[in-house]
């Protein structure tokens, strides 16, 4: 039943009206209200008992302009215990809707979806921005081949064939293994790019360090490292005082040597400016490290007597 009610008392100062449809559930005898649109023109699918006054339940967005001239459009459930959501489908053979979206809430889970109900390979949902008046595609997200792997690709891509990929040509590119497979539109290698593993932030340090491990490899795969390092006194210590030398120690996974001081003495790793200004050491070494076995660091310190020369250090560890 349709059926249009005083929103107000009616005076010749107003008039204000909302117009409803009221429904029978089947099996029951009493009506409810469940189609409204309010007096400010708002409108929804609601639920209210006959005899009372239908009101949107919604909670606005913030920043939303609630005055009489903005609009909305409301989906709202018979309780806060039940699922709402808006479904766009075509109809297919049989009434069922067998390509479209659903946009839902699934309340007893909490969580909110938007599904692309296609059940098929190469099947996609789309983003796209107005610029210039022309819609650009600005996010696709779909299936592989297989039609079980989720890709996504921010930019223009049409057809991305990696989980994530970023260009109108992805020209970056992640796998399903996490793995950077493009980069800048260059296809990628080993390990596809370098990720820092391990860090060591030192400071004020009055003494020797004894060998102490700073990464240990993966159990399953012997891999390059990259090891850089800085050194510097930041107080100067007593008359030929020493920063340094600093050394690695690591597994190499070719032949199972322990390979050690292995770095001559040379600006690099060792300095007896014992200033400020000059007592500096830095440096990068490339490991090939058996599986699952330690890299360490050693640094060495000789104190010259008199005031305690302190240093600062720094090192990374990359996976190359």
């Known amino acids: 039943m349709f059926g249009v009610y005083a929103a107000e008392p009616h005076s010749s100062m107003g008039q204000g009206a909302y117009c ?5 559930k089947i099996g029951t005898t009493g009506d409810q209200f469940s189609f409204l649109i309010d007096a400010t023109g708002n409108a929804g699918l609601v639920y209210a008992n006959a005899g009372a006054s239908p009101i949107f339940r919604t909670s606005l967005p913030i920043g939303w ?27 297919g053979s049989t009434g069922a809707g067998v390509e479209g979206m659903n946009l839902w809430l699934d309340n007893s889970a909490g969580h909110n979806y938007f599904d692309n109900i296609a059940n098929a390979s190469g099947t996609t949902l789309r983003f796209r921005m107005m610029t210039s008046g022309t819609p650009v595609l600005a996010m696709t997200i779909g299936v592989d081949g297989t039609g079980t792997i989720g890709y996504t690709n921010f930019g223009g891509d049409n057809t991305p064939n990696n989980v994530l990929s970023v260009g109108g040509q992805s020209e970056f590119q992640i796998n399903t293994a996490g793995k950077v497979v493009k980069y800048n539109n260059i296809t990628t290698v080993s390990n596809g790019v370098p990720s820092e593993v391990a ?36 107080i100067p210590g007593g008359v030929s005082s020493t920063l340094g030398p600093f050394n690695i120690k690591y597994t190499d996974a070719d032949d199972n040597a322990i390979v050690q001081n292995l770095i001559a003495l040379n600006d690099f790793n060792q300095s ?38 302190l240093y600062h250090l720094h090192i990374k560890v990359e996976a190359l």
Do not use: C, H
């Open 199 to 234: 860090t060591v932030d030192l400071t004020s340090q009055s003494a020797a360090i004894a060998a102490t491990t700073m990464y240990t490899t993966p159990s399953s795969v012997a891999g390059m490292y990259r090891i850089s390092w800085v050194a510097k006194v930041n």
């Open 272 to 309: 007896t400016a014992n200033t400020t200004t000059g007592g500096v050491i830095s440096g990068t070494f490339i490991a090939y490290a058996k599986a699952g076995s330690n890299i360490q660091y050693v640094m060495g310190y000789t104190n010259g007597g008199g005031a305690t020369m």
């Open 65 to 91: 302009d609630s005055n009489n001239q903005s609009r909305f459009f409301s989906i709202e459930s018979e309780t806060n215990s039940r699922d709402a959501g808006l479904l766009i489908q075509n109809g």
């Open 20 to 24: 409803a449809i009221q429904t029978t």
